[in-house]
């Protein structure tokens, strides 16, 4: 178990920006702790709380001060006597936009981790925190960091929330927090790495082109869990068939997931629907009502076999498979749906006639661990109180800005690019699960071998793939072999 040695658990740590009577503070709370990793005790501390972030205003063109926008509350672990040179340093964050760094924090990366189980045995509650033996920490110091509005993170009184909401605002917060916990830990020679999920990926690739860009900060790596760096891959919108075709090779997953492919290998499934969906599948799509009726046939019998559907429903749906529309009919027959975050899950509805599922299964089964144990960790383990509620997943964030992507659809591609251009040094590791219906592997390789980079630096490119879902590590032997695959990409690309 871990142990907490200060002698109330508490130590205040104030910000060094002196503040005015009622302007905001830091209210970080530092405690000491152990755990063992592979028979080596590792002593590290954990500094968590709320940050202010402050910007230099500037009023009729007079320098009038550094006025506090946010408080961004983030949880640090630092190992115990570590050289600051050689020891790497890993920022991680999840997605949404709306998610806090709770799944990164305990499901993964952590020196603690939630017991939620798995499909078919999920557990109840209450739930039940452990020593995380893979914790990353044994390898890197970490800093979950919750974006503005999620987790205890808040706008300051007086100030907009809705300009954290958006893509630069968040890009630029999130940077500054980096910049923030760098310089203040004396961190800026230490090997650095982004740890990102979901739209933390995207995040993630932003995050390391303005680093370098605004402060000179260059990354080692980056740690990009179920990618989506380029939002026309998954944009379902009249006109774009591209999603169509990149998220049917998942879709074959799931069929043979749930036994619409008998006994057929998965790699064997996967390597028939990828060269459909390379060459045929597109030049269908692509064709219209020039398709000859023997020609539409063959194709609407092609993705009937590959997805499990039946024929008649391709045929209904005009060859374009919607994504929810797919984990709502796929088991229809069998009165289920399944789970768009992990398609491994199922689950019932309310009404059976839908078009769209009313909730996805997958989330619903592990939101309940993971908010008890969140909430209890902090408290009674790190010594955090505060009076707000932890928002795991803010809806207040929506609507998201993406106006700097007006009239052009939202992709950092061309940033990750840049960064990997400017730095040949940085390193990136994808982690694909077959079974995410969120962020399907094939369309985050197809924005991958379109990167605009001299081919010698894709080799600075790893992949991984698991037998589960976005949140690959919900799946204990997924967990376990993620946990030695960042591990030892951390350990490569710190360069030392």
């Keep these: 178990m871990t142990d907490k040695d200060t002698e109330d658990g508490k130590t205040p740590v104030t910000g060094t920006v002196d503040a005015g009577k009622d302007t905001p503070t830091d209210d970080l709370v530092t405690t000491q702790h152990s755990t063992t990793v592979k028979r080596r005790k590792l002593n590290y501390t954990a500094t968590t709380g709320r940050v202010v972030l402050r910007q230099e205003v500037l009023t ?16 640090a672990y630092t190992l115990d006597g570590a050289d600051p040179a050689k020891r790497p340093v890993t920022f991680a964050f999840n997605g949404g936009p709306g998610s806090s760094s709770v799944w990164l924090h305990l499901g993964l990366l952590g020196p603690r981790r939630v017991v939620s189980g798995d499909v078919g045995e999920l557990v109840p509650p209450p739930y039940e925190l452990v020593d995380n033996p893979e914790t990353l920490l044994a390898h890197s110091d970490l800093v979950f960091i919750d974006p503005v509005s999620t987790g205890y993170s808040r706008a300051v009184k007086g100030e907009k929330p809705g300009e954290f909401h958006g893509f630069q605002g968040d890009v630029e917060s999130v940077g500054e927090v980096i910049r923030l916990w760098t310089s203040r830990h004396g961190r800026w020679l230490s090997p650095k790495f982004l740890a990102g999920e979901s739209y933390g990926t995207t995040r993630a690739a932003a995050l390391a082109e303005h680093l370098q860009t605004r402060y000179g900060m260059y990354l080692n790596g980056l740690m990009l869990i179920s990618s989506v ?24 997953a799931i069929a043979h997931y749930h036994g619409l492919h008998g006994d057929r290998p998965l790699d064997e499934v996967l ?18 009502h020039r398709l000859t009726d023997g020609e539409r046939a063959a194709a609407v019998t092609k993705l009937a076999s590959l997805t499990g559907l039946s024929e ?17 009919e796929l088991l229809r027959h069998e009165r ?72 052009r659809h939202v992709t950092v591609a ?9 730095n040949p040094d940085l390193k990136v590791h994808i982690a694909y699960g077959h079974y995410d219906g969120a962020t399907p592997y094939y369309a985050a390789e ?5 990167l605009k980079v001299p081919k010698e630096l894709l080799d600075n490119i790893e992949h991984a793939y698991y037998p589960a879902g976005h949140m690959m590590y919900v799946h204990e032997p997924s967990r376990i072999q993620q946990s030695k695959d960042l591990a030892a990409f951390v350990q490569s690309a710190s360069n030392r």
């Design 271 to 288: 390597a028939e629907a990828e060269d459909f969906a390379s060459r045929d599948y597109p030049w269908a799509l692509a064709r219209g």
């Design 229 to 252: 760096l380029d939002f026309a891959t998954l944009d379902f919108s009249e006109g774009n068939d591209l999603p169509h075709t990149l998220f049917l090779p998942t879709y074959a």
């Design 60 to 75: 009729d063109g007079k320098f009038d001060g550094h006025v506090a926008k946010a408080e961004v509350f983030l949880t």
């Design 446 to 450: 197809h924005v991958v071998a379109h």
């Design 312 to 328: 008649d429903y391709v045929d209904r749906v005009d060859l374009r498979l919607e994504h929810v529309r797919f984990f709502t």
């Design 414 to 422: 061309d940033k990750l690019a840049s960064a990997m251009r400017a």
């Design 336 to 407: 289920r749906v399944v789970g768009r975050l992990d398609s491994r899950f199922s689950g019932p509805d309310n009404d059976y006639g839908r078009e769209q599922f009313s909730e996805d299964p997958s989330y619903s089964a592990i939101l309940g661990p993971y908010t008890a144990a969140l909430n209890h960790y902090l408290r009674a383990d790190l010594g955090y109180e505060n009076d707000l509620p932890y928002e795991i997943i803010s809806r207040t964030v929506h609507p998201w800005s993406f106006k700097e992507f007006e009239a």
